[in-house]
């Protein structure tokens, strides 16, 4: 569906039951119907065109005002727009669907993440772990339907960032200080990961393919992590959210292929001798509470994503017969259909093939570490490979917030869009900063329970929040004592896996390392 010109608008009756907001987004649509109204009693701009009223109109006066209608419900009712939306990378264009939607969802919702599950069990046990990811999946599933109702929750606004939302359910300056730090956290944090298991999957890969072929001087594991960021960088120049859905094709096919490939390969070859399903023992109790809190960081690190819902939804056209809820929805289903297909078998398999001795780099260094010799060197390199096409797309994918953001600032100040060069400059910018961080923290599960613990409220907790602010339930009825429990309890897990991963880090920082083949 083609959208309208931005200078179209569209004069509607005023009406007391509807306040429309002073800014709105390019695309400019409502959605269908005022938040907490039916649809028998709530009004829409086509309202005033009922049977009722066209009862006594003459034949060809009824004909124009039915489709006056339809021309209505099908381009939504255009109010002033904000200008601005259009050159940043999120809103700059407005042609996404069902597809875009699950290749989006899929792309950031299963990915590296799932390598290092197995690593949670192996500190958390049979019974607790497999818990443990089925609680936090249901929560993040409910979680994500909150966020994509409130999307359109106020008639006549898109909430395209979840910043903005944040600040429509907490205040301005609150809702700011509460979501900006943990989003763009999240998509930084993770853009650091994907350098670590995306230059380290290529140092192995290298050396699979070229065996005893290798050189006598190797690049190093830090020359790898530069290549995998250049590459990153030369990616990131597409200029926005719509123009990666074929990097997101690309990144959800190669996730769930090479997840398989993984748990497979693991179950099907010989276990260690001397494996044991026992929780990992530790010296006192206080360090096998913080390593419990840091597992369960990583298992909320798993489920990661929900920063760029709002995002993702902000892609498609929305008018008030065709609301984006719709499409944005029945993608988002599809896509957590294979993303528990791809975590449960990895971090179940994963544990049953490798139990404790699971080294601290997840599941794809334990197959090199135990099977490098017994698995077929050309399937193990195209499992290898996989990873780092996946890698690669969803650097893309978690860094187009960031990306969002550096060109708002600079739109706000210079009134004018980012020109190619400086886009491309702050693309660059960020890719670099993100490799120094990731060369001085080479710890991927450290730094992903610690990345779990801090950002679990943008999952766990604020849509919560967001849903009893904004949608205003009854007051202590079930809906809102649900919702008030599910995000306190998401703020108190925030404190305490944070507590944990950082003592993780400390503690184990300058130990844990990826697996060294010899």
Same mark, same amino acid.
């Given at each position: 569906m083609d959208e309208r010109p931005e200078t179209e608008l569209i004069s509607i009756p005023a009406t007391p039951r509807v306040s429309t907001p002073e800014i709105q987004t390019p695309s400019g649509q409502r959605s269908p119907r005022p938040a907490g109204q039916k649809s028998s009693t709530a009004w829409t701009p086509t309202s005033f065109i009922s049977p009722r009223f066209l009862s006594? #109109? +003459?034949?060809?006066?009824?004909?124009?005002?039915?489709?006056?209608?339809?021309?209505?419900?099908?381009?939504?009712?255009?109010?002033?727009?904000?200008?601005?939306?259009?050159?940043?990378? #999120?809103?700059?264009?407005?042609?996404?669907?069902?597809?875009?939607?699950?290749?989006?969802?899929?792309? /950031?919702?299963?990915?590296? =993440?799932?390598?290092?599950?197995?690593?949670?069990?192996?500190?958390?046990?049979?019974?607790?772990?497999? @818990?443990?990811?089925?609680?936090?999946?249901?929560? =993040? @599933?409910?979680?994500?339907?909150?966020?994509? =109702?409130?999307?359109?929750?106020?008639? +006549?606004?898109?909430?395209?960032?979840?910043?903005?939302?944040?600040?429509?359910?907490?205040?301005?300056?609150?809702?700011?200080?509460?979501?900006?730090?943990?989003?763009?956290?999240?998509?930084?944090?993770?853009?650091?990961?994907?350098?670590?298991?995306? +230059?380290?999957?290529?140092?192995?890969?290298? =050396?699979?393919?070229?065996?005893?072929?290798?050189?006598?001087?190797?690049?190093?594991?830090?020359?790898?992590?530069?290549?995998?960021?250049?590459?990153?960088?030369? @990616?990131?120049? @597409?200029?926005?959210?719509?123009?990666?859905? +074929?990097?997101?094709?690309?990144?959800?096919?190669? /996730?769930?292929?090479?997840?398989?490939?993984?748990?497979?390969?693991?179950?099907?070859?010989?276990?260690?001798?001397?494996?044991s399903y026992e929780p990992l023992s530790l010296p006192s109790s206080s360090a096998a509470l913080f390593s419990v809190m840091n597992a369960l960081g990583i298992v909320a690190f798993a489920f990661r994503g929900h920063n760029l819902v709002l995002e993702i939804q902000a892609t498609m056209p929305s008018t008030f017969k065709n609301p984006a809820h719709v499409p944005m929805w029945r993608g988002a289903k599809v896509a957590y259909f294979f993303i528990a297909l791809c975590l449960f078998p990895v971090a179940i398999g994963g544990f049953w093939a490798y139990g404790n001795l699971m080294p601290s780099g997840g599941i794809l260094n334990a197959l090199y570490a135990f099977h490098s010799h017994s698995i077929p060197r050309g399937l193990l390199a195209l499992t290898f490979l996989l990873v780092v096409f996946n890698c690669l797309s969803s650097f893309q994918i978690y860094s187009m917030p960031a990306f969002d953001s550096f060109e708002a600032g600079y739109t706000s100040r210079t009134n004018r869009p980012c020109s190619i060069w400086v886009r491309s400059g702050f693309r660059v910018f960020y890719g670099f900063v993100s490799f120094f961080i990731g060369v001085a923290l080479p710890f991927l599960s450290s730094l992903a329970g610690l990345l779990g613990g801090l950002t679990l409220p943008v999952t766990f907790a604020y849509p919560c929040f967001m849903w009893v602010l904004i949608k205003r339930p009854p007051k202590y009825s079930f809906n809102w004592y649900f919702n008030w429990i599910l995000g306190w309890l998401g703020v108190a897990f925030s404190l305490a896996f944070s507590i944990g991963g950082i003592w993780s880090i400390v503690n184990n920082g300058l130990k844990l390392k990826f697996f060294k083949p010899n």
């Open positions: 006594p #109109i +003459g034949t060809p006066m009824k004909k124009v005002l039915i489709n006056m209608k339809g021309y209505l419900e099908e381009v939504g009712h255009l109010t002033k727009l904000n200008p601005q939306d259009a050159w940043l990378p #999120i809103t700059e264009s407005r042609n996404g669907n069902a597809h875009y939607a699950a290749f989006h969802n899929l792309n /950031a919702g299963v990915g590296f =993440q799932a390598l290092v599950l197995p690593v949670a069990f192996a500190f958390l046990g049979w019974s607790w772990g497999i @818990l443990s990811l089925t609680i936090a999946y249901c929560w =993040q @599933l409910y979680t994500l339907w909150i966020l994509v =109702q409130l999307h359109e929750a106020v008639p +006549g606004k898109r909430y395209n960032r979840y910043v903005e939302l944040a600040q429509a359910a907490f205040g301005e300056r609150l809702g700011v200080w509460l979501a900006l730090f943990p989003t763009v956290y999240l998509s930084a944090g993770t853009a650091t990961a994907l350098i670590l298991i995306g +230059g380290e999957t290529m140092k192995l890969f290298f =050396q699979i393919v070229c065996g005893p072929l290798c050189s006598s001087n190797p690049l190093t594991t830090v020359e790898w992590y530069l290549v995998f960021t250049s590459l990153c960088i030369v @990616l990131s120049q @597409l200029p926005n959210l719509n123009s990666i859905a +074929g990097l997101s094709l690309v990144g959800a096919i190669t /996730a769930i292929t090479y997840s398989t490939m993984v748990w497979v390969l693991s179950v099907s070859q010989q276990r260690p001798p001397t494996i």
